[in-house]
């Protein structure tokens, strides 16, 4: 079963939603270091690092399993009209539709498979650069949102 990418970060986002509620006593309740862990894990910068980093590992996995395999798997469709020798009570034929697929294997080129290894690369050597980025930025956010009250920590928090 496939899932889009844009399904998939809307589930995330409402997932995320859902569980992520807060209020302010919450915010009394934290320390320091929590809710600027808190505030940082919700933070669009922060998330924006996340998926993209998901996103690029998800595809450098598929496309290392593509080449595992040697082949790519394209379902074929058709779609027939039965006539059921039935009518309505109009006097209209009643006819239904079947669909049959199958799943046809294509083996990868020269060309697919060098393709596919150079994006493979490409990916390898932007992933680290990604997930630096992200620390960084989760890191500086901590360093930032780590001195707030729980007062200030919950209104940043609220307006995310």
């Known amino acids: 079963m496939k899932i889009s990418f844009i399904k998939l970060i809307s589930i995330m986002f409402l997932i995320s939603f859902i569980t992520s509620c807060a209020s302010v006593k919450d915010f009394q309740k934290m320390n320091k270091d929590q809710r600027a862990v808190k505030l940082c894990k919700g933070s669009s910068v922060v998330s924006s690092y996340d998926i993209k980093i998901r996103h690029s590992r998800s595809k450098l996995n598929n496309i290392e399993s593509l080449l595992t395999k ?91």
């Open 70 to 160: 040697g082949y790519r798997s394209v379902e074929s469709c058709n779609t027939k009209v039965v006539d059921t020798g039935k009518k309505d009570k109009k006097g209209v034929a009643i006819i239904r539709t079947s669909k049959s697929c199958s799943d046809n294997l294509i083996p990868l080129t020269f060309y697919a498979v060098e393709s596919l290894s150079a994006e493979m690369s490409d990916l390898k050597a932007v992933i680290p650069g990604m997930v630096e980025m992200r620390d960084k930025k989760y890191n500086s956010c901590k360093l930032e949102y780590g001195r707030l009250s729980a007062e200030e920590a919950f209104s940043i928090y609220e307006s995310q």
